[in-house]
C-alpha cells in the first residue's frame, strides 16, 4: 500500500513522542518528589516535638468564615454543620449557603439549630443570585443565607461577600474536617502575617472510614477498587505533588474541599467566577495573575499535615464525570489564562507552573492516551521494534508504579493514616496495577473531555453524593 | 536492534524493578515493623505506669535503685510517661515526678543534648528542661540554643516556665525570642513573648523603643498582636514608638498598630496623642474597621462621639456595619438618628440581628413566660 511507509512513520513518531512525554511527565513528578519528601522530613520531625507549657494561642488566631454551598443536601447537612461546628477552633462562624435546594435544606438547618430569620435586607450588596432570606443562630455562630439557583460558584460568592471575618474557607457539605485542621491550617497567616494570601490543606479519602467527635476512628482502605486506585492517587496528588509544587512556589491549586484565603484579597478581584466549571483553580490562578501585576510579595502555600476528608466516587460513571469536569475545566483556566503561559512577567507561575500544567497535566494526558493505542497496536502489527516497546512499558509503568510507591512510603514514613499494613500492601499492588487499567482509563477520559470542551460543553454533570452515612443524588 | 541496546534497555527495565521492589518492601516492612512498635510500646508504658504508681505508694520509693532495675526499654518509655505527666500535674505529686527525673538523669541528659547541632533533640531537650528544677544558666541557654528562631523561642519558654528562677527572666525570654527582628515567630513564639509581657514587666515595649527601625516589617505587625491581646499595667512604659506606624505605608501594619492601642486606652498619653479623625478618615477600609473595634472597646464618651460620626461618614457598607454594631453596643442613640440617608439600610439590618439574638436569648433564659415572645 502505498501510504503504508507514511502510516508507519507517524505512528512511530506519535509513539517516540508518547515515550518522551512519559519520560518528560514522570521526570517532573520525580523532581517535585524530591522537593515534597525533604519538606515533608522537615516538618514531621519538628511536629514530632511538643513545646513545654500548655498554649493558650488561641487569642491570635484570626476569625474564619467556613463557607459551605449546599444543594439539595438534606441527608447530610445537619451533620455536617454540626461537625464543622464543633472543629476546634474559637473563632469560626459556618455560613451555609442554600443554592436554590428543592428538598428540604434549609427547614432542617431552621429546625435543627432554631434558626431565626433576619428581618431586613442585608446592607452590602452580594454579587450572586437574588437573597431570598437569612438566618441567624445566636447561641452559636450559624449563619444560613436562602438564594436562587446559581451554581457552587456563585453561593461561594455570597458566602464571600457576606463574611466580616478576614480568613474565607470553602469547604464542600459532604467533607469533614479535622478537629484541629482548622489551627494548622491557619498558622502561614499568622507567622508570615505580610505575606501568606492562600492555604491549601491535604484532602483524603473518607470512604470507609469511621468518625468519632470530627476525629477519625478506624481508617481502613475501602473495598472497592476504584476508591483504592483514587487512593494511591490522591496520596500522590496531595502527598508529592501539592507539597513540590509549593515548595517551588508554583502552586496554582488550592482544593475546593479545603482552603483558606484571605477574604479582603478574594473580595478584590470578584471572587470566583460563575462561568468556570473548576472554579477553585481558576481562582487561584486569578488570584496569582491579580497578586503579580499588582506587584504585591505573597504566598500561596500547601501543608500537607492538616486534613479533610471527602467521599469520592465509587462508580465509574460517576468518577468518569467527575474527571471530565475537571479536565475541561483545565482546559479552560488555561485557555482563559493562555496569555501569561510562559511570560517572565509571571515569575514562577508564568514559566514554570502554567507550562507545567498545560504540558503535564494538560497535553501530557492526551498524549500518553495516544501512547496507549498506538504503541500496542505497532507492536501487534510488527512495526514496532520489541525493545522499543519493552522500553515504553518500563517507563510508562516502572516510572509511574515507583512515584506511587514513594508517595505510599513517604505516607507510612509519616504521617501514617493508613497504619495497617494489610492495606499499605493492597496500596502498593494498586500502585503497579493502576498502569495496566486506571490511568490508560484517565487518559481515554481526557480525550472524552477534551471533545467536550471543544464542542463547548461547560456542564457539571450530575454528581452523586453518598455523604457520611447516607445516599442522596445532588445538582446538575 | 543490536546487543548493546539490548543491554541497556534491559539494564533500565532491572533497574526500576529493583527499585519498585525495594522500595514496596521498604514501605511493608516499615508498616509492620511501625505497627509492632506502637503496640510494644503501648503495652510497655502501661506496665511502667503500673510500676510507678506501685513504687509510689511504698513508704520509702528509692527511686535511684528502682531505676536501675528497669530495662533500657522501659527507662525510654517512664521518660515519656513523665513527660505526660510533668506537663499537667502540680502539687506533692508533681515533686515525686521530679525525684524519678532526677534518678534517670533527665535534667543531665537534656543539658547534654544542648551541645547537639540538630535542632529537634534541642528542642525536645529545651521542652524537658522547661518542666524540671535542674540548673541551666542562662549563658548556657544563649550559647547553645541561639542559633535558630526555634531554639531561641523554646529557650524562651524555659525562662517563661521557670520565670521564679531566674532574674530577668521576662526581659531574657523577650531578648530571645525577637533577637534580631529578622525572624518571624511561630505562634508557640508570640505566645510565650505574650506570656512573658503580661502585667507589670513589658521588656517588650522597651525593645521595640530602641529597635522597632531594625525590625522586619512582618516581626513588627506579630509584636503588634501581642500588644493587643496583652494588658500592660506600668505607665512608665514607652508606647511612643508605635505612634508612627500609625502613618506606615502597609495597610496591614497600620491596622495592626490600631490594634496594638486596644489595650493602651487607659494611658491619658495615648488618648491625648492618637489622631482618631485621620485614622478614621484613612483611605484602607481595614485600618478604619480595626478603629471602630478599638473605639468600641475603649467605650468612653470619645469614643461615641467618633463612632456616631462614622457611621454616618463612613462609605464603606462593611466597616459602616463594624461602627453601627459598635455604637449600638455602647448606647440607644438619639431618637431619628438611624433614619438618616445611607444609615437606615445598615441601621435595620443591626436592629434585625440584634433583636435575633434578644428573641433567643428570652427564649433559653429559664425565667422566660413564652407569652412574652414577639
Known sequence: ?476 | MNISTTVFVGIIASGLFIVFIVLSLLAIGFSVWKRREDTIKARSRDTVRQKLFEQQERANPEWTQWVDSLSATERENLIAVLDRYLRVVEGEQRETFLDVAAALGLGERSDAALEQSAVVPRLRALATLAMLDYPISVDRLFETCSDTQRTREAAGRLLYERRDEYENAARLGSELILWDGNHPMTIYGLETLAELNTGTETPLLYQAMDSISVWKESVVIQVCFVLEHTEQIDPDAPIGWLFPLLEHESSTVRTAAVRAFKQQGWRDTVRNRLDLRSLITDNAPNVRQATYEVLTYWGDEQAREYLEWATITEADERCQLVAIRGLLALETPREGFSDQIGLRKAWHWVEAEIAVSDRQRIRTSPDTNLEQLP
Open chain 1, 1 to 476: 500500500m502505498i501510504f503504508e511507509p507514511y502510516v508507519s512513520t507517524v505512528l512511530f513518531g506519535l509513539s517516540s513522542l508518547a515515550l518522551a512525554y512519559f519520560l518528560v511527565i514522570n521526570g517532573t513528578y520525580l523532581t517535585l518528589t524530591v522537593f515534597a519528601i525533604t519538606h515533608i522530613r522537615q516538618r514531621t520531625e519538628q511536629e514530632s516535638y511538643e513545646p513545654a507549657g500548655i498554649l493558650q494561642s488561641n487569642q491570635f488566631l484570626p476569625g474564619i468564615a467556613i463557607v459551605v454551598p449546599a444543594y439539595n443536601e438534606e441527608k447530610v447537612i445537619v451533620d455536617s454543620v454540626t461537625s464543622l461546628l464543633s472543629l476546634e477552633y474559637p473563632f469560626h462562624e459556618v455560613i451555609v449557603v442554600n443554592d436554590g435546594s428543592t428538598d428540604e435544606t434549609v427547614e432542617r438547618l431552621v429546625s435543627e439549630f432554631e434558626l431565626e430569620r433576619i428581618d431586613a435586607e442585608f446592607p452590602v450588596e452580594l454579587p450572586c443570585e437574588p437573597v431570598d432570606q437569612i438566618y441567624r443562630a445566636s447561641d452559636t455562630d450559624l449563619v444560613v443565607i436562602d438564594k436562587a439557583n446559581g451554581g457552587k460558584a456563585d453561593a461561594l460568592n455570597a458566602g464571600l461577600f457576606f463574611t466580616e471575618k478576614p480568613l474565607f474557607c470553602a469547604i464542600d457539605a459532604d467533607s469533614l474536617i479535622e478537629r484541629g485542621a482548622l489551627k494548622a491550617i491557619v498558622e502561614p497567616f499568622l507567622t508570615k502575617p505580610t505575606t501568606t494570601v492562600a492555604t491549601g490543606g491535604t484532602v483524603r479519602i473518607a470512604n470507609k472510614v469511621s468518625f468519632e467527635k470530627g476525629v477519625p476512628d478506624d481508617v481502613a482502605l475501602s473495598k472497592n477498587r476504584l476508591v483504592r486506585f483514587q487512593a494511591v492517587e490522591y496520596l500522590r496528588a496531595f502527598f508529592l505533588g501539592r507539597t513540590g509544587l509549593s515548595r517551588i512556589r508554583s502552586l496554582i491549586i488550592i482544593s475546593g474541599a479545603f482552603g483558606l484565603f484571605d477574604a479582603e484579597t478574594l473580595r478584590e478581584i470578584g471572587g470566583y467566577d460563575t462561568d468556570s466549571i473548576t472554579e477553585d483553580m481558576e481562582l487561584v490562578v486569578r488570584l496569582h495573575r491579580h497578586l503579580i501585576e499588582t506587584d504585591q510579595e505573597y504566598e500561596v502555600t500547601f501543608l500537607p499535615h492538616p486534613v479533610v476528608w471527602t467521599e469520592v466516587p465509587e462508580s465509574l460513571s460517576v468518577l468518569s464525570r467527575q474527571r471530565r469536569r475537571w479536565f475541561r475545566g483545565l482546559l479552560d483556566t488555561l485557555l482563559k489564562h493562555r496569555s501569561a503561559i510562559g511570560r517572565p512577567s509571571y515569575g514562577l507561575v508564568g514559566l514554570v507552573a502554567l507550562p507545567l500544567f498545560l504540558f503535564v497535566e494538560g497535553i501530557g494526558r492526551l498524549v500518553e492516551g495516544l501512547g496507549y493505542i498506538s504503541v500496542p497496536v505497532l507492536f501487534i502489527i510488527g512495526i514496532l521494534d520489541v525493545w522499543f516497546f519493552i522500553a515504553f512499558l518500563f517507563v510508562s509503568i516502572g516510572l509511574g508504579a515507583i512515584l506511587s510507591t514513594v508517595a505510599i512510603l513517604g505516607e507510612v514514613l509519616t504521617y501514617r493514616r493508613y497504619d495497617d499494613p494489610k492495606d499499605v500492601t493492597v496500596l502498593l499492588g494498586y500502585a503497579l496495577f493502576e498502569s495496566f487499567s486506571y490511568r490508560p482509563w484517565r487518559a481515554f477520559v481526557s480525550w472524552q473531555a477534551t471533545f467536550e470542551f471543544l464542542l463547548g460543553d461547560k456542564s457539571w454533570g450530575k454528581m452523586t453524593r453518598s455523604g457520611f452515612e447516607d445516599t442522596t443524588d445532588s445538582p446538575e
